[in-house]
């Protein structure tokens, strides 16, 4: 089972729709990224949560740390939005010299979102 | 445009041959990361950097090397190529590597091995 665990795998919806992303990790994390990458390829991070809520625009992202679960919303959803959305978790974990690396991110599968005009 | 920015884009060899891709962070931050996207893996960390010094390891084959120079810009090293060695490979960078740090991705080098 992997450590991160996004649904749906892929996701279509009419110009429009409210739209929900979710991911599930397993492991003790210290931070979720939420992530977009382009059909062209670029990745740009959208969120990084460590609890609670953020908003930005049309995006709402939630993380429930005692559940291990959070959420990507897009609202009013556009044909701008097709795009991959990656969850990524950050591990606090052993460094290479020992004490604490603050920089190992997991990532989920991806979700694959089209929207339709 | 994130300001992370990595050459070359695309990147065509052989297998056995070795290559080196380049990564400048954007400017004041301190940690590199690499990261490799293949179609059956998805996204994998490889390596950190923080001021030039290694933080940690991911899963990086003992084929791979990275570093990270005084002026902060970063390669990494790919020798003994395979075919399963085909992927993009993202840099990212942040202001100093701690969990509340965003990360700002480069466009990726497209690395093609025949």
């Known amino acids: 089972k992997n450590e991160v665990e996004q649904s749906p795998q892929n996701l279509t919806a009419q110009e429009g729709e409210f739209i929900t992303i979710n991911c599930s990790y397993s492991?003790?994390?210290?931070?979720l990224h939420w992530l977009q990458q382009h059909p062209g390829g670029g990745i740009v991070s959208l969120f990084m949560?460590?609890?609670g809520k953020k908003k930005h625009g049309r995006l709402i992202a939630t993380i429930n740390i005692q559940e291990k679960h959070s959420s990507l919303h897009i609202t009013a959803s556009h044909p701008r939005d097709s795009a991959v959305y990656i969850c990524?978790?950050?591990?606090?974990?052993?460094?290479?010299?020992?004490?604490?690396?603050?920089?190992?991110?997991?990532f989920g599968q991806g979700t694959i979102l089209t929207v339709h005009p | 445009d994130s300001g992370v920015t990595q050459t070359p884009k695309h990147l065509i060899t052989a297998t056995g041959q070795r290559v080196t891709l380049r990564c400048s962070p954007r400017?004041?931050?301190?940690?590199v990361y690499w990261y490799q996207q293949s179609l059956d893996q998805g996204l994998q960390f490889l390596i950190h950097?923080?001021?030039?010094?290694?933080?940690a390891k991911g899963n990086i084959l003992e084929r791979f090397s990275a570093q990270q120079f005084p002026d902060l810009h970063s390669e990494l090293n790919l020798s003994s190529l395979e075919l399963g060695d085909s992927a993009l490979y993202f840099c990212?960078?942040?202001?100093?590597?701690?969990?509340?740090?965003?990360?700002?991705f480069g466009p990726g080098t497209r690395l093609t091995v025949l």
């Open positions: 990212a960078s942040s202001a100093v590597g701690v969990s509340t740090d965003t990360q700002y």
């Open positions: 950097y923080y001021n030039g010094e290694e933080r």
């Open positions: 492991v003790g994390i210290s931070a």
């Open positions: 990524a978790v950050l591990n606090l974990s052993k460094g290479t010299a020992g004490g604490t690396s603050y920089g190992k991110l997991t």
């Open positions: 949560l460590s609890s």
């Open positions: 400017s004041g931050d301190l940690s």
